[in-house]
């Protein structure tokens, strides 16, 4: 009976093991690929609304995917669980590739604008937790799987823009990308490819986007066979860029917040504070200027301020003037959460009734769009 005992104890202990062994080998695994990822939502496992449907407009992509969006008017795919794909476009075979990890993926069009479909290019974009540092080493890569019967194509591939792209097409964008395939990328099975590549930044640039920037003319092709669909599609997932040694930290301007002087009365800027679209949600590139401004605060611990939010003249009036208050209250709360005591913190929302720009044109808009502070006591 003991040696019973002691052998249905060394199993169990050897269970425990095992247990422990595999959980901590998973997450050693999991964060390391992302540790320094400046990509946010890799792996587009984050929904801003449930997708319920198929998308057919950039904007129906731009709406249902946390931080990503469609750089122009075609319109890329989501899959994960809840995403129902129509009986026609299943019927293709779209919609049975599973993630290459978690439960979601993006997915493109990137050929096929010679007798192919629709949106014979579709391109996926996303704002970068910090821009490219001019000089510093980056690598990148993506995971793409294809869909069976898809032409398979070479030119997928990184753009680096320091411009948000919305431009009214569904053809090619002809721009140069740091990242790009030269050979056909094939998966067969469903298997998962990695593209990736190493780049050096020539200049600063805050979007990330994905897609084929060549012409049909330029794009080689290899047929899978008889059943071939007349252009080309690809699944995305797990998308990472990430410095490479030695690390360059962004540069300080001129009219950062840690090098203003601080006068009473005086209003300043905010000049990187991004929120979704009509939400007072943060987009994650913000926290770089609220911390900035944290530590401003921590730094002056006698300083009193006014958050003050202002939107561009697109709207109702009073729409706006709730929607810029909601948006200074949520800089107040990041600043009370991490500290700053709530008599140090007001904030207003002023709408579209103080303007620093034209409103009639789309850069006006883009300016008048933006958080300031006051200062009420240094």
Not at 83 to 104: C, D, L, T, Y
Not at 356 to 378: W, Y
Request: charged share 25%; with cysteine; proline share 5%.
């Amino acid at each position: 009976m003991k040696g019973l005992f002691r052998y249905k104890m060394k199993l169990f202990n050897f269970f425990i093991f095992y247990l422990l062994f595999n959980s901590l080998t998973f997450s050693q695994k999991t964060p390391e690929l992302y540790a320094e990822n400046i990509v946010p939502n890799p792996g587009f496992e984050k929904y801003s609304s449930t997708p319920i449907g198929w998308f057919y407009k950039g904007k129906h992509y731009t709406d249902v995917m946390k931080y990503w969006s469609s750089a122009t008017a075609a319109s890329p795919d989501v899959f994960g669980p809840k995403v129902r794909v129509p009986s026609h476009w299943a019927s293709k075979g779209f919609g049975e590739q599973k993630p290459h990890r978690g439960n979601s993926m993006s997915g493109i069009t990137v050929y096929g604008c010679t007798e192919g479909k629709p949106h014979c290019r579709e391109y996926i974009q996303i704002q970068l937790r910090e821009p490219l540092v001019i000089n510093q080493k980056y690598y990148a890569e993506f995971w793409v799987s294809h869909l069976p019967r898809s032409l398979k194509v070479n030119g997928i591939g990184i753009y680096f823009s320091n411009e948000k792209l919305n431009i009214n097409t569904d053809g090619p964008l002809d721009f140069k990308p740091q990242i790009s395939t030269a050979e056909v990328v094939s998966a067969p099975g469903h298997r998962w490819v990695k593209i990736s590549g190493r780049f050096q930044a020539t200049s600063e640039a805050e979007y990330l986007i994905i897609g084929n920037f060549s012409a049909d003319s330029l794009t080689n092709i290899r047929s899978p066979g008889a059943s071939a669909l007349n252009y080309g599609y690809y699944y995305v997932d797990d998308v990472l860029l990430k410095k490479e040694k030695p690390i360059l930290e962004v540069p300080i301007k001129d009219n950062d917040l840690c090098c203003i002087s601080i006068e009473e009365g005086k209003v300043v800027q905010l000049r990187n504070i991004y929120f979704d679209h009509d939400k007072a949600e943060f987009l994650p590139r913000s926290y770089t200027e609220l911390n900035k401004l944290l530590k401003l605060m921590l730094d002056n611990p006698s300083m009193i301020i006014e958050i003050r939010g202002h939107t561009d003249s697109v709207g109702e009036d009073d729409y706006n003037v709730y929607l810029s208050r909601k948006r200074a209250k949520a800089v107040v709360g990041f600043l009370n959460e991490n500290g700053i005591d709530k008599k140090r913190t007001r904030y207003a929302g002023y709408g579209d009734t103080n303007p620093i720009a034209n409103n009639s044109n789309t850069k006006g808009r883009q300016l008048n769009r933006r958080v300031e502070f006051l200062v009420i006591q240094k």
